[in-house]
């Protein structure tokens, strides 16, 4: 059980353009997902709190006009990187914390972008 | 957001070695106090974790110290593998989100 699922895996896109990453828990509800960022041989950085039916919490220095945040339903949050530029180029990690217990987080396998 | 560090941030071992990272943070609201293992290019897995109301924990050679009076806690691997080589980071929980410490790579030598 508490399987989180991710797409895409992989993306590569032109600078300018938007993408948007899914982050699905497959058999728990998640009322409270988390975005992270990692850069190469870097740590998880906390990017935003995704709360379903809310807005979103970012995270200082973290701009949410540009990272747009949709947490539609209990078992899905998506993360949009819009008008991307190479210095977005990333590890994005979701993760999502069951309501049956608050204090655990389950992560999904991570999105790798790249903007040329 | 909370403060949390880790030492070392490199580690070299000889097999059968054990291995101590130690993690401080800054949050006293942290009630939550888990660790990671990452290998590269995938996502962390929990390897143990350790609530506020205990001090130690074990699981086969994997334990977790807690002192939360000084408000950091250690990770200790005994009789390590080269299958422990990996990156390792704390993320202790203040109650509503979790911060990363700033990793340690582990090197296991055969």
């Known amino acids: 059980g508490a399987v989180v699922s991710q797409h895409p895996s992989r993306v590569i896109c032109k600078s300018g353009t938007s993408v948007k990453i899914e982050c699905r828990s497959l058999?728990?509800?998640?009322?409270?997902m988390f975005w992270y960022r990692q850069f190469p041989k870097q740590s998880l950085m906390l990017m935003a709190t995704?709360?379903?039916?809310?807005?979103?919490?970012?995270e200082q220095g973290v701009e949410k006009d540009k990272f747009l945040i949709n947490h539609a339903s209990l078992t899905l949050s998506t993360l949009t990187v819009t008008s991307a530029h190479p210095e977005d180029s990333s590890f994005y990690i979701c993760?999502?914390?069951?309501?049956?217990?608050?204090?655990?987080?389950?992560f999904g396998p991570g999105t790798r972008l790249t903007v040329l | 957001g909370e403060n949390v560090e880790q030492h070392p941030s490199t580690l070299s071992v000889q097999e059968g070695d054990s291995a101590v990272i130690k993690c401080t943070y800054s949050?006293?609201?942290?009630?939550?106090f888990p660790w990671y293992k990452q290998e590269l290019g995938k996502r962390p897995q929990l390897i143990i974790d350790?609530?506020?109301?205990?001090g130690e924990k074990k699981d086969q050679r994997i334990a977790v110290t807690l002192n939360k009076t000084a408000k950091h806690f250690s990770l200790h691997i005994t009789e390590t593998q080269p299958e422990d080589s990996a990156v390792y980071f704390c993320?202790?929980?203040?109650?509503?989100?979790?911060?990363f410490g700033t990793g340690t790579s582990l090197t296991v030598i055969p």
């Open positions: 993760s999502a914390v069951p309501d049956s217990n608050t204090d655990t987080q389950y």
């Open positions: 058999d728990f509800q998640a009322t409270t």
């Open positions: 995704s709360n379903e039916g809310s807005k979103a919490t970012y």
């Open positions: 949050d006293s609201a942290s009630n939550y």
């Open positions: 350790i609530r506020s109301n205990v």
């Open positions: 993320a202790p929980f203040t109650g509503n989100q979790f911060y």
